[in-house]
Nanobody, 124 residues
Framework: VQLQASGGGLVQAGGSLRLSCVASGGTFRNYIMGWFRQAPGKVREFVVSISRNGNSAVYADALQGRFTISRDNAENTVYLQMNNLKVEDTAVYYC??????????????????WGQGTQVTVSS
C-alpha cells in the first residue's frame, strides 16, 4: 500500500489548509486511516483517526474543533481540513493506514502503512 499526502504549505496564523492522502495498491475501505504530525525536535504525535466507513473519528483533545477528518472511499482518499491554524501547528503531517485493528486508534504503532509526509508551516 502506498500513501501519498499533499496539500501542505505556508499559511498565516488563522488561515486554513486541506490535506489529502491518496492510497493505492490496497483496498482503501478496509483501512482505518489516521493523521499524525511531527514538529522539529519533537516526537510524532497523534492528530486524528477515522473509521473504515467514515462514521466515527477520534481527535487529539487539543485539536478537536479546529481540525476535521473525512474520507472518500470511492476516491481512496482521506482529508484533513485544518482551520484557524496556529504557529504551533507547524509540523510535517503524515497519513497512515491501519489494516488490522477493530477500532480507531491514537497509537502510531498500530498503523501499518505510512505516507511520506507533507510540510505545514504556519507563520505569525
Amino acid at each position: 500500500v502506498q500513501l501519498q499526502a499533499s496539500g501542505g504549505g505556508l499559511v498565516q496564523a488563522g488561515g486554513s489548509l486541506r490535506l489529502s492522502c491518496v492510497a493505492s495498491g490496497g483496498t482503501f475501505r478496509n483501512y482505518i486511516m489516521g493523521w499524525f504530525r511531527q514538529a522539529p525536535g519533537k516526537v510524532r504525535e497523534f492528530v486524528v483517526s477515522i473509521s473504515r466507513n467514515g462514521n466515527s473519528a477520534v481527535y487529539a483533545d487539543a485539536l478537536q474543533g479546529r481540525f476535521t477528518i473525512s474520507r472518500d472511499n470511492a476516491e481512496n482518499t482521506v482529508y484533513l481540513q485544518m482551520n484557524n491554524l496556529k504557529v504551533e501547528d507547524t509540523a510535517v503531517y503524515y497519513c497512515a493506514a491501519d489494516d488490522y485493528s477493530d477500532y480507531v486508534s491514537r497509537t502510531a504503532q498500530r498503523y501499518d502503512y505510512w505516507g511520506q509526509g507533507t510540510q505545514v508551516t504556519v507563520s505569525s
